[in-house]
């Protein structure tokens, strides 16, 4: 039986029929931890599917030509590379071994891009030779490319990373790329035939921000638009316009539990009390002078406006200047629009299974449940996971007791608590139940995990849909 922490003022997660399936059969569990070892990290390769689909849908109702770069640093798994470039969209990578291994599973220039924050030589020579467009976003850059290129005998794609924008009166700003308001004068000096860096090829320009606004990222595009349409006159040829990722995503269920608990979770540090987190932790909020400051650190789990709507209201944003929408123009002047979402693709496509290692109660009479995992496996820039976790429970014969909870992990450290916040539960877990996270694929799985103790990383299986799934339903990435 599988049930659901803290009944009542929770932070409920939206769960898929495919997470309600594996939960439900806990002889399954069982099987993939005894096979895999403690945690496994599941992936549903049809709900990927599905968000691509979400995606296409949108940029077609523009009929708008598009590519959607699918930014694999979110989330390590082969599987889902695979299943991309299946799906005929492409994949974004940001290290050499990234490209490398996507190249591996059949990625292309067609299909790849490489966005590394550091590129190095090798990176270049990698992407030069397959012809992946390469995201510049210095001079130095430029120059490196340009030499490589050189020795190669070729010509690199590029696309320029263009940050600085102004927003309401106000300049957004970015370690990454060229400012707005210097780069054409840059683009025109010094690439393209007969100029300093005649080996570089611009056919794109890109930006990635920083937080969630729309607002931010429809004024981006539409001056993106209006600098590939100056560059186009100056004899440049740009094809395509990149607004990289950070399309919101909605975790939770209910708008009210997650304002109710941003509440509560305010009164805690008003008052030191409330104990909904461990050792009162505010989650980002602190007390200053008696006032409750700063703000929650962690992502915004829920958002009403999120996915495809908050891709239209990208494309729907108005130039000031000619009131026209961004889609009508990367329309009327045939650029092609990407996308390079991580978080978003991974949708409901992950889900992280523990076992329960052990139970104490510690010197504050604390229930402390201890799982076979490590805070690195459930980790992200977040300071806590605001979903609620599944208890799957072996002996479902008896009694109910209340109990409260914190999950602790495997490493030596006093902070190693898998959740922040206390979880109640219906009665105390047995040595060898399971503990389910739900929606993990999106960073959570991946982006901070270590080998600290020498511990193994976890498994990562792959699974599409069937009516009776058993272990070998369940592809280890490994193996691909
Ligand atoms: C991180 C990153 C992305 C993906 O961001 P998400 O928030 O996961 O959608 C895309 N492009 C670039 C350049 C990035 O750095």
Known sequence: MYIKGNKTNGLTPIVSNWM????????????????YGSPVNLHHLDTFEKNIEDFRDVFESYDLNYQIYYARKANKSKSLVKKALASGIGVDTASYRELEQSLQLGGTG???????AIKTREQFVKAIIAGVPVVIDNDDECQLANEIATELGKTAVVGIRISGFEVEGEKLYSRFGFD?????????????????????DISGLHFHLDGYSTKQRGKSLSDCIHL?????????NISFIDIGGGILINYLESEREWTEFDKKLKKQVATGEGNLTFSNNGLGYELINGNVERSL???????????????????EFRDPRNNETNASRLKANNYQIRIEPGRSLLKQVGMTVARVAH???????????????????????????????????????????????????????????????????PRLPQIGDHVAFVNTAGYMMHFFETEAHLFNLSANLSFSDSVNLSVSDFIDDEKL
């Open 180 to 200: 707005i308001s210097e780069v054409q004068q840059f683009i025109d000096k010094y690439i393209g035939v007969g100029k300093k860096y005649e080996q570089l």
């Open 228 to 236: 590939a349409n100056e560059l186009d006159e100056n004899g440049h």
């Open 20 to 35: 309600e399936q594996v939960m439900d059969d806990e002889g399954l569990i069982k099987d993939l931890i005894d096979t």
């Open 359 to 425: 139970r104490k109660k510690d010197a504050k009479g604390q229930w402390l449940v201890g799982l076979e995992m490590n805070m690195s496996q459930m980790m992200s820039s977040s300071e806590d996971f605001l979903l609620d976790p599944y208890l799957i429970y072996t002996d479902n014969n008896s009694e109910d007791a209340e109990v409260e909870v914190f999950f602790t992990g495997a490493y030596c450290l006093e902070r190693d608590v898998l959740l922040k916040r206390k979880i109640s539960l």
């Open 297 to 315: 650190k962690t992502y915004p789990y829920f958002n009403k406006l999120n996915g495809a709507d908050f891709l239209r209201e990208v494309l």
């Open 110 to 116: 067609q299909s790849l891009v490489l966005t590394s």
